[in-house]
Structures are given as structure tokens and as C-alpha cells.
């Protein structure tokens, strides 16, 4: 068996537009598996096809393929003709020596045009199964399901199923900065939008060196992992503790997270700009913490002219953390660190800021010198997969 046959579900529906949906999958599935041992990914009739080589890894090939966004499920697959005998001899050089309680042919059939219907294929091929290997016929609940796709010229089956992992294919949808900690929340954000097809750039803000680089190592490690599902992927690595000890100099305590994510969102819209995005993503959720009361998001909001996406909003912890678990990004993110979250936090952080005495805060900061400075002091690094 030396093919994979992927089936997509949401880019079915996109009409004119599913042309362009399919290619950037295609490509995206070559990036994800190449150096595999992959031979060839191309399209065929609802559906698409990986070949895979002499020396390809199944483990390793569907490991790639099962983080590739679109893909709603594929299954290791054989190649025929498409002829009866062909597809019946080949099914039963490749059934292996397990001996199933029960089993059923299921036949889809992508062009009608062959001589049989999809019916009389899994009567007919199913016949030749039980007299070769004795099984009981079970069209209800099978222990294994033999499932073949007929096209114009040719013929595929398998004898199993993976789960893809769905969504739009990344690069659809634009691309999108994420306000990446190194908390559980702000990763699962990111993911989702990926998801969703936007290719992701991540901002972190740290406040080394008053504190250890701790922040940024584990930024680092959550922008690796994440870029195994967008290959490829920028970090912005931005000084904020200078800026946080001039804020703690003119800014009375209840105020300062406020004005601290405000100082945030402005800085990262310019370099989201500067990074070709349309759209900040931050990973609260309502009413989570003292800055995400609706007052609060509220005022951080209003310094910002990009759409600010928050996918995470309406999520509860417990949900945020089993995503994050499934993910893979929860072990990283409860590893002990100190970041700019927790420097000169004031211990009773207002909740509902009124926007004049937010304005009377700023008022005694050069905000546009303290944004031009972060901006410029910001590195860059860079992160490909594989």
C-alpha cells in the first residue's frame, strides 16, 4: 500500500473558490511532509493523494499529515485499475493475517460512469472476501471496514481511518499577531486561528533583564511547537520592563495592568502592521482575570484601530487546558518562569477603569516615545518546520 487518500470537508463547500482552497493544501501538505520520503501530493476527484516512496515512514508520514490543517481524515491506501478482479486480488494480498470477528466493503464511487453500482461492488467484492478468508459479514457494526473510492481510470482502498485536523488549510485567511505569554491560554488562541487558516506571527513581551530570560525560552518553545502546524513562523521578542518601571513612576497601583495592556496592544499593532497582519489575537476570556472585565477590554480596545480577535473569549479554564493538553503546548506553559505578567503587578488591580482617569494616567507618559522605543528594541527570530 503506497498511497494515503485524504478526504477534506469544509473547503467541499466553498463553491467557486474550492480550486484555490485545494492547491494551498496540496502545498501545504508537501511542505509538512517533505523530506519523508514523500514521492508526489496531487489532487484528484474530491480527494487527494500522497505516494509514498521506497524509503517513507508510515509513523513519520502520518504524524506530518495529522497536523496539516484541512485534512478532515486520511487512511494508508492501495492503487488499482479499476477493474473488479484487479481490486479484489489486490484487497486480499493486503489483508494481512489478522482474522476479523466481522467485516463489510463499503464502495464510493467519485465518477458513475463504471458498469456497477456501488451496491453490486460491495456484494460482489465482499463475496470474494468471505470465500477466501471465511469472515462473517456484519454491515452494521463491522470489526473492520474495507472502503473503496473509485475514479475515472483507477481504483483505492484501505482498511482503516486517521483523524485529520480539520479546519482551513493555513494561509487562507490572512495572517493574524498573536500577543503570545507564557501562560496556557494565549497558544490555544493562536492554534484556533490557525485552524481557522490564518498563518500566525507571535509577540512576546518580556521584561529581561530584571527578570531571567526564562519568559523568552519558553516563548521560544511554544513558537517551535506551534510552528509544526503552520511550518513556518515568526517571533518578536519586545523589552517591556523599562517601559512597566516608568509606568510604576507616574501611575497609581490600581491602574497599572490596565495601562500596561494598553501600552501592549499599541505596540503590538505596529509591528503587526510592520508584519503584514490584519488582526491582533490575545487569549482572554472574559471575566478570567482583573484586566478581562468587559470594562477593562473595554478600554485596552480603544488604542487599537485593528480588529482585536479573541477566540478564546466565552472558554472556561478547565476547557482551555484540556485543549491545551491535546495540543501539547500545557507542559511547556506550566513550567516556572517570571515575566512582565507578574512585575510590579499591584496587588488590587482595578476592574472597571473609567476612561478619564485612564486618560489622566497616559497623560503624565510619552506614549509615543515609549512605543517607538519597543518597537525598535524588538528581535526578530525565525522558526521552520520541519
Known amino acids: 500500500m503506497k498511497s494515503l487518500i485524504l478526504h477534506y470537508q469544509e473547503i467541499a463547500l466553498k463553491g467557486k473558490n474550492r480550486p484555490w482552497f485545494i492547491t494551498r493544501l496540496v502545498h501545504n501538505l508537501r511542505a509538512a511532509t517533505r523530506g519523508t520520503g514523500v514521492v508526489e501530493v496531487r489532487p484528484l476527484m474530491g480527494r487527494i493523494e500522497i505516494v509514498l516512496g521506497p524509503s517513507a515512514e508510515w509513523t513519520t508520514v502520518r504524524d506530518r499529515v495529522s497536523r496539516v490543517f484541512g485534512v478532515a481524515n486520511f487512511a494508508r491506501a492501495g492503487r488499482t485499475p479499476l477493474d473488479i478482479d484487479a481490486i479484489s486480488e489486490a484487497i486480499l494480498s493486503d489483508l494481512g493475517p489478522d482474522n476479523p470477528a466481522s467485516f463489510r466493503v463499503s464502495v464510493r464511487r467519485a465518477d458513475k460512469s463504471f458498469a456497477m453500482t456501488s451496491p453490486e461492488m460491495e456484494r460482489e467484492i465482499g463475496g470474494r472476501i468471505k470465500l477466501a478468508r471465511g469472515w462473517r ?31 482551513l488549510p493555513t494561509g487562507v485567511s490572512g495572517r493574524v499577531a498573536c500577543l503570545l505569554s507564557g501562560g496556557i491560554d494565549s497558544p490555544v488562541a493562536a492554534w484556533r ?46 523589552p517591556f520592563g523599562a517601559i512597566q518601571q516608568r509606568v510604576i513612576l507616574s501611575v497609581r497601583p490600581p491602574l497599572r495592568v490596565v495601562i500596561y495592556r494598553r501600552l501592549m496592544m499599541r505596540i503590538g499593532e505596529v509591528l503587526a502592521r510592520m508584519n503584514r497582519a490584519q488582526a491582533l489575537i490575545t487569549g482572554d476570556v472574559v471575566g478570567q482575570v482583573a484586566s478581562q472585565t468587559i470594562e477593562n477590554l473595554t478600554s485596552i480596545n480603544e488604542v487599537v484601530t485593528m480588529p482585536v480577535l479573541r477566540p478564546l473569549i466565552g472558554m472556561d479554564k478547565d476547557e482551555i487546558t484540556l485543549e491545551a493538553q491535546r495540543l501539547g503546548s500545557y507542559p511547556i506553559s506550566i513550567i516556572p518562569d517570571q515575566d512582565c505578567c507578574t512585575l510590579f503587578t499591584p496587588r488590587h488591580p482595578v476592574t472597571r477603569a473609567k476612561k478619564s482617569d485612564v486618560e489622566t494616567a497616559e497623560a503624565g507618559l510619552d506614549i509615543g516615545a515609549m512605543v517607538s522605543e519597543a518597537v525598535a528594541a524588538t528581535a526578530m527570530e525565525e522558526f521552520d518546520y520541519p
Open 137 to 167: 459479514v456484519d454491515l452494521g457494526n463491522p470489526q473492520l471496514t474495507v472502503r473503496i473510492e473509485t475514479l475515472k481510470t483507477e481504483a483505492f482502498y484501505s482498511f482503516g481511518n486517521e483523524l485529520g485536523a480539520g479546519g
Open 193 to 238: 486561528m490557525m485552524r481557522r487558516g490564518s498563518r500566525v506571527v507571535f509577540i512576546h513581551f518580556h521584561s529581561y533583564p530584571i527578570l531571567s530570560r526564562a519568559s523568552q525560552e519558553k516563548a521560544r518553545e511554544l513558537a517551535a511547537l506551534l510552528t509544526r502546524f503552520q511550518f513556518r513562523s515568526t517571533l518578536l521578542l519586545v
